[in-house]
């Protein structure tokens, strides 16, 4: 395996609020990395830096061995990187095949092998592909988000919260798709996730990012089993004096 993305002690402000800390995640060849973290942790920020949509003040992005950071957004995905951002922005009044060729604005040649493999792993998408976008539920949009982020090609794929505010079932349908579009063809995928259960389930590696810090990282099955992550974001709840314990763990976990 190798490293598609590095990054390295990134630091990103808004205005004088410093999102990022010094932030370093690997990401290697068809892995799954997932990043938990609290809200306003800094989730979004860093995947927006990444893509272009964000300056970083100092840090490195490399990708595929080229250094992106700074690079503006179209160029990012012109490298290969798609970003899926927080609440399924689609268009409404386009159709959903409009959407989705949208999708690979960046592609020179004849985007149909991407729009069939789109339609392979959601049917559903192909179903009602005349129909207008904002007709779509909430779970079908984000069906929609992600399918138009697989339209360019993506070696990385960058999908954040997929889960937010849909019903537990639709999630497990999402999330089977996602680990299938991984397994079966090879997508690599950095998921920014609040359901932390999902995403110890789906992904191969994590973070753990607490404001603008990585504090942990490992296998996610090490994660799912280590007693700070069970009490912090799987809501383990059989502890006594919770509070006190919670702050002394604190204290010891970097
Ligand atoms: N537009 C903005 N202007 C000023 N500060 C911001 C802005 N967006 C985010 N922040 C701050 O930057 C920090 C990181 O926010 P970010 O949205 O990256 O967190 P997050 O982990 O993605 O949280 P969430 O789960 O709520 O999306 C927070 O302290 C937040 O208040």
């Not at 990134?10 to 068809?30: H, K, N, P």
């Not at 999402?174 to 063809?185: P, Q, T, V, Y």
Request: glycine letters at 12%; charged letters at 25%.
């Amino acid at each position: 395996m190798s490293a598609v993305l590095s990054v390295r002690n990134l630091e990103t402000f808004y205005g004088a609020i410093m999102a990022l800390r010094g932030v370093s995640i690997d990401v290697e060849e068809g892995e799954i990395v997932t990043i938990l973290g609290a809200n306003g942790a800094g989730k979004t920020t860093l995947m927006k830096t990444i893509a272009g949509l964000m300056d970083p003040e100092k840090g490195q992005i490399t990708f595929m061995g080229e250094n992106i950071a700074g690079l503006e957004p179209d160029r990012v995905v012109r490298k290969g990187i798609s970003l899926v951002p927080e609440g399924r922005e689609v268009f409404p009044y386009l159709t959903i095949e409009e959407n989705l060729r949208l999708g690979a604005f960046t592609r020179r040649g004849d985007a149909s092998g991407d729009l069939d493999l789109v339609y392979q792993y959601f049917p559903i998408l192909k179903e009602r592909r005349k129909q207008a976008a904002g007709f779509l539920s909430g779970g079908q949009q984000q069906m929609l988000a992600i399918g138009r982020g697989l339209m360019s090609d993506p070696k990385l794929l960058m999908l954040d919260e997929p889960s937010l505010g849909l019903s537990p079932l639709l999630t497990q349908e999402i999330f089977g798709i996602i680990a299938r579009l991984n397994a079966d063809e090879g997508v690599t995928m950095l998921l920014v996730e609040q359901n932390a259960h999902i995403a110890l389930e789906t992904a191969h590696r994590g973070y753990v990012l607490e404001m603008g810090r990585i504090v942990m990282t490992g296998p996610c099955d090490q994660l799912a089993a280590s007693d700070d992550i069970q009490e912090f974001y799987l809501g383990r709840t059989d502890e006594t004096e919770r509070g006190q314990k919670r702050w002394k763990r604190r204290k010891t976990w970097r």
